[in-house]
């Protein structure tokens, strides 16, 4: 069983920059390829990013590509969503989701996920 726990969220203006944490507990966070996704009021959940157990490998969205990083740092059973250059756009509930024993980078759809954090939201002003 992994619990996820999301933080780092709340309101930016436009241009600026916030680093979201996902914090796993268990023991087999290590295991896990991990995804962030979002979701927009009124909008289908969106894939953002995800990243491989070891953090060797990512993937994003094409739309946050250059401007979000994910990363890891599986001795704090933590993973992370840095955003940079964020738009009002931007603006939605950001949620990570552990996928056990997939090797690759986390996938972009959500069915493959077996855990899921509440969410954290994020706002951006114009």
């Known amino acids: 069983q992994v619990q996820l726990v999301e933080s780092g969220g709340g309101l930016v203006q436009a241009g600026g920059s916030l680093r979201l944490s996902c914090a796993a507990s268990?023991?087999?966070?290590?295991?896990?390829?991990m995804g962030w996704f979002r979701q927009a009021p009124g909008k289908e959940r969106e894939f953002v990013a995800g990243?491989?157990?070891?953090?060797?490998?990512?993937n994003y969205a094409d739309s946050m590509k250059g401007r979000f990083t994910i990363s890891r740092d599986n001795a704090k059973n933590t993973v992370y969503l840095q955003m940079n250059s964020l738009k009002p756009e931007d603006t939605a509930v950001y949620t990570c989701a552990a996928e056990r024993g997939y090797l690759g980078a986390g996938r972009a759809s959500p069915q493959v996920y077996d855990y899921w954090g509440q969410g954290t939201q994020v706002t951006v002003s114009s």
């Open positions: 990243i491989s157990r070891s953090g060797g490998s990512t």
């Open positions: 268990g023991r087999t966070f290590s295991s896990c390829a």
